[in-house]
């Protein structure tokens, strides 16, 4: 199998690896095998309905199995079969690499997981012992809607609840949460309901730190459903579609955490929030430094592709600190940033934090951090691939889902436009010249349109193109210096520069106001960078429109993508369909991979704002 050198391939930033993969542009067979290297170990073993088919071997039953029934014996295997997976992995046995290079670097680490994995599997069989269905069986009883209960709301941990908030008739919040479809998932429940924080004011903040909400009405689904249990210092993973506020979902209880603080307690870097982006790590300081000053917090943001001299000097004075993997790892090693009192941990972006190419980078800086910490992850894609391992750094985290997805399948925001357009690979670029032309005349000159590219030098070449043909564009990807990706971006941001360029660089997270159409010119590696490279329009309650050129190139991920339209109410073209609707689930090196067959009965919810 070809493989491309790394610097070949859309590079993420501080240079954290990317399945190696190879795509010849005209060769479809070769373009098929690449889609399957680059989405890691996608087997076709239906690992969820064949567990011990998938494994190769039985699995072992135990006598309690015997007062199971037949449903709870299924979860129980699976239970099984995950701790033990689990297992296997922290040894190293399931992926001999990952595990010297994890032994090498950081022992603490997988000492750690190991321990978390016999803790877990032991739990597990506790749990069988007692005649209990397992965790997953369980999970599914324990998802309700929250704060349906008629009972009073209590504080759980430090946080207090507003009386005004407590007083609201339960009709009230009943129809917030039935309105939002929020859905929670809590291993360990408190005694009584936590409310949603649906207005402002019921946020347990200083008057003088509430002007950044002066320009919004409310909350937020994602930001109300999870800021009861933030404020309460539980773990959490927050799932909710792209442009949705969870930038201020966990920036509202990081700073409260902080400066809740006894003084002198607060000294030092409190607080860290990793993302995989240089311009998404700026973006969230930027928003982080809104919240923290009237608080008197300090906040740095360290990236790499900068001098890092005045990172460092700002370290010494931060309290929170955004960061991305790399240039974190870099600091830290030299001691120039000590994470040893950060017990408030984010991971933005979460899955992709989780993915084989920062896996390891960000177990370093996990095991920097002190075991009593608060761990969150947030993100609008949650493949089962990286929840397992995600675990093994959160203690029983609590699960907020927004939208009718409850088992966290993939979605695209709903009110964005999605429209593919099978096309011949050769014909690509005469086609986005159309839709340009079509989108961005007359009175819509101006209009913002995002182009996303897979590769670097497929980036510079259809900039290229488009400047030629007269249209003011720009570019950004991983081939440019800092810079030069930042003047871009500023350019596309205000409005000076209306049509931008990007690899997946610029798929995830970036806020930029008013982008009116994103057009793939060549499909992602995986549907998940499609609903995150979509997601930059349709932002914070807007419509948006979304146009994809697909090719047979791209046929491997046409299942994928069929459901990911289906699940939004959006067409499916019938040369799309003759592609196939299989979907091959990425799996995660140590936790393996399966397929399943399109689901047509998928129904889209909308999320309102108020
Ligand atoms: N309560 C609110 N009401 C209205 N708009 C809000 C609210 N909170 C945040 N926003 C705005 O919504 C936009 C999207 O927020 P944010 O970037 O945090 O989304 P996100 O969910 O993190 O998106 P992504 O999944 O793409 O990273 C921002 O412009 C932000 O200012």
Redesign the pocket.
């Known amino acids: 199998m070809g493989k491309r050198p790394i610097s070949d391939v859309v590079a993420e930033d501080d240079a954290i690896v990317k399945p190696e993969f190879s795509r010849k542009k005209s060769k479809k067979d070769k373009s098929e095998k690449s889609r399957k290297t680059a989405t890691t170990d996608a087997t076709e073993i239906d690992a969820h309905a064949h567990p011990e088919e998938a494994n190769g071997k039985s699995v072992e039953h135990s006598e309690d199995d015997e007062k199971l029934s037949k449903a709870e014996r299924k979860a129980a295997k699976m239970a099984r079969k995950e701790a033990k997976e689990a297992k296997k992995a922290a040894d190293g046995t399931g992926n001999a690499e990952l595990s010297a290079a994890a032994a090498e670097q950081d022992e603490d680490t997988v000492k750690a997981a190991k321990k978390a994995a016999r803790k877990a599997e032991k739990k597990k069989l506790k749990d069988l012992a007692n005649g209990e269905a397992s965790e997953s069986a369980a999970a599914v009883s324990r998802v309700e809607p929250i704060a349906t209960s008629q009972e009073p709301v209590v504080e759980s941990g430090e946080y207090q609840e507003n009386n005004e908030l407590a007083q609201l008739p339960q009709s009230d919040i009943d129809a917030f949460l039935t309105k939002n479809v929020m859905t929670i998932d809590d291993p360990k429940p408190a005694a009584r309901k936590l409310r949603p924080i649906t207005n ?1 004011k019921y946020l347990p903040i200083e008057e003088s730190q509430r002007a950044p ?1 002066a ?6 689904p ?2 109300a459903a999870t800021w009861p249990f933030l404020l309460s210092g539980r773990d959490m993973v927050g799932v ?10 966990f920036g509202v209880p990081c700073v409260r955490f902080i400066s809740s603080l006894p003084k002198d307690k607060r000294r030092g870097i409190k607080a860290v929030i990793v993302s995989p982006t240089r311009e ?1 790590a700026v ?1 969230i300081y930027d ?1 982080l430094v809104v919240l923290a000053t009237p608080a008197g917090l300090q906040v740095v943001c360290v990236y790499g592709g900068v001098p890092k001299d005045p990172q460092v000097a700002a370290c010494r004075k931060a309290h929170i600190v955004v960061a991305t993997p790399g240039r974190l790892n870099d600091l830290i090693g030299e001691g120039t940033a000590d994470l040893s009192k950060a017990e408030y941990v984010v991971l ?2 979460a899955d992709r934090m989780l993915d084989k190419g920062f896996e390891e980078a960000i177990r370093q800086i996990i095991s920097q951090t002190p075991k009593k910490r608060q761990t969150l992850m ?3 894609t949650w493949p089962p691939s990286v929840r397992e391992l995600a675990s093994t750094f959160m203690n029983s985290p609590v699960k907020i889902t927004i939208g009718d997805n409850v088992s966290g399948e993939l979605r695209a925001n709903v009110r964005i436009k999605q429209l593919v357009e099978v096309v011949d690979p050769r014909a690509k670029e005469q086609r986005l010249l159309q839709l340009l032309k079509q989108y961005q005349s007359g009175k819509n000159k101006d209009d913002r349109i995002l182009v996303f590219c897979l590769y670097k030098k497929e980036a510079m070449r259809i900039e290229n193109f488009i400047r030629m043909k007269g249209f003011r564009v720009g570019g950004i990807h991983g081939d440019l210096s800092q810079e030069k990706r930042s003047a871009s971006l500023a350019a596309f941001k205000e409005g000076q520069v209306p049509l931008l360029v990007a690899t997946d660089v610029a798929a ?4 930029i ?1 008013a982008v009116k159409l994103v057009i793939n010119v060549t499909f992602p590696l995986t549907a998940e960078d499609y609903v ?1 490279r979509i ?2 329009t349709g ?3 807007k419509e948006g429109l979304a146009i994809t050129l697909f090719t047979e190139h791209d046929k491997g991920l046409s299942g994928s993508l069929i459901n990911v339209l289906k699940a939004a109410n959006q067409p499916v073209p019938d040369d799309l369909m003759k592609f196939g609707t299989t979907v091959k689930k990425k799996g995660h090196d140590a936790y393996g991979a399966f397929y399943k067959d399109v689901d047509s009965m998928k129904q889209a919810t909308k999320i309102t ?2």
Do not use: V, Y
């Open positions: 402002f909400f320009k919004f009405s409310a909350p937020t994602i930001q909710a579609e792209t442009g949705s506020g969870k930038t201020l979902a998404l973006q928003q933005d972006e947030f993100t609008a995830r997270g970036l806020d106001p995150h997601g930059r932002r914070a309650g704002f108020d």
